[in-house]
């Protein structure tokens, strides 16, 4: 069916380690991959996103890397910062550009 | 540029009372439009999106409609809430011959029902 999973639903790291958040997508048609960032309160936000003929894209401290083969993407975030705490969904277009989300993964930055 | 509008921002609503939630796009033309909703602390819900005026695709009917009069006008209604429905209601827009598929996404209504 038409599903986004997304793992884990939250993470906790310290401030300057990495984060990495996976999703896996069901249609095997989807050709476009972003990720969104949402703060509390507020409106989801895209921070990058990525095409089916590229597997890897970065900016600055995130990238966005793609295994069409397996069906997955992945959002990473080098040298944490405070303000990178937040809810992040990845999601992927269905048919009919129906776009579908992941159910978003909480990330703590610790002190 | 383009720029979303929705509205209100916050809406409180009795049980069993009507809805009508209103979102507009400018500076574009022929955009897909799209109602998500999202519960406390959860994942954003897709509840309608429309490729155009007129072409409605709903994904949760239960007791809410959306409906597209204009090119850029979408409309999520309800005829009698249910505390089920209290959420945080976002508008998105997205052109995907223009943008690809990027979603742009309205200032969201808070909405409680009581």
């Known amino acids: 069916g038409e599903n986004v999973e997304q793992h884990p639903s939250t993470l906790s790291v310290q401030e300057g380690d990495s984060a990495v958040i996976k999703c896996t997508y069901s249609?095997?048609?989807?050709?476009?991959f972003p990720w969104y960032k949402q703060e509390l309160g507020k409106r989801p936000q895209l921070i990058i996103d990525i095409r089916s003929n590229v597997g890897e894209k970065k900016d600055q401290r995130i990238a966005v890397t793609l295994n069409k083969t397996a069906k997955h993407f992945s959002l990473h975030i080098t040298e944490t910062q405070p303000e990178d705490s937040a809810v992040y969904f990845c999601a992927a277009p269905y048919r009919d550009d129906k776009i579908i989300f992941g159910k978003g993964t909480r990330l703590h930055i610790l002190p | 540029s383009q720029t979303i509008h929705q509205w209100p921002a916050t809406l409180v609503q009795p049980v069993g009372s009507p809805l009508s939630l209103e979102c507009t796009v400018e500076g574009t033309s022929n955009p897909n439009l799209y109602w998500y909703r999202q519960a406390a602390g959860r994942g954003l819900q897709l509840l309608f999106y429309?490729?155009?005026?007129?072409?409605i695709s709903s994904e949760v009917p239960q007791n809410l409609s959306a409906s597209r009069p204009q090119d850029r006008q979408f409309i999520l209604s309800s005829k009698k809430l249910l505390l089920s429905d209290s959420g945080f209601y976002l508008c998105?827009?997205?052109?995907?011959?223009?943008?690809?598929?990027?979603?742009?996404f309205g200032s969201g209504t808070q909405l409680s029902v009581l």
């Open positions: 429309s490729v155009g005026i007129g072409q």
């Open positions: 998105a827009w997205s052109d995907r011959l223009r943008s690809g598929g990027k979603l742009f």
């Open positions: 249609d095997s048609a989807s050709n476009y």
